[in-house]
């Protein structure tokens, strides 16, 4: 059995949400970098969610590409890691929706990541944000992830991904490895 096969997977992304702010780089990618010696690694920028709010094509290109180049400059190796962007990978788009089948509409509307984004922006109000916990957990689910890095603000999605595997594997049975998720001790605030 090779080396990658007995480690832990990670899954984790980052919108290209512009430049690389402290709180991505002490919150995330600084940890990334750590984590990569111990686990298999998949890091995403995740454009498809960034596009819950209204954003410039090319714009969302260009970060799109600076974040991936971010990742590399910031110590992550794309020989020991899988750095990808989401939207060039079909199955992510193509699991969210079936794992939307599979998601309550009472569960979403608690989301409180949603409740916020939607009272800030009134006039912007899709059903991609308010299905965005349905495509994070097919992020996280198509790697057969074990473990989700992400600051105290994410946890509820990690929670809502676990319920819907749970409810999957119920009926399907085990098909998805129920992920946990991995709040960093450095970090996990600043996210």
């Known amino acids: 059995m090779d080396e990658k096969s007995i480690k832990k997977t990670i899954f984790s992304g980052i919108q290209p949400s512009g430049e690389l702010t402290l709180g991505s780089y002490l919150g995330a990618l600084k940890n990334w970098v750590r984590l990569s010696d111990d686990y298999n ?36 190796d794309p020989e020991e890691n899988t750095i990808f962007i989401q939207s060039h990978v079909p199955a992510h788009a193509e699991l969210a929706w079936v794992l939307n089948c599979y998601t309550m509409f009472g569960e979403l509307s608690r989301m ?59 009926i399907h049975g085990d098909v998805f490895k129920v992920p946990e998720p991995y709040i960093p001790k450095v970090g996990a605030r600043i996210m």
């Open 41 to 76: 690694c998949y890091y995403c920028i995740v454009d498809m969610h960034s596009i819950t709010s209204r954003q410039e094509p090319a714009k969302l290109r260009r970060r799109t590409i600076e974040q991936l180049a971010q990742y590399i400059a910031c110590g992550l």
């Open 112 to 170: 409180t990541q949603f409740k916020d984004k939607s009272s800030k922006n009134a006039e912007n109000v899709n059903a991609g944000l308010f299905t965005y916990p349905a495509l994070m957990a097919a992020d996280i689910l198509l790697y057969q992830t074990d473990l989700v890095p992400v600051g105290g603000d994410q946890k509820q999605h990690v929670e809502i991904c676990r319920d819907i595997a749970n409810r999957f594997n119920g």
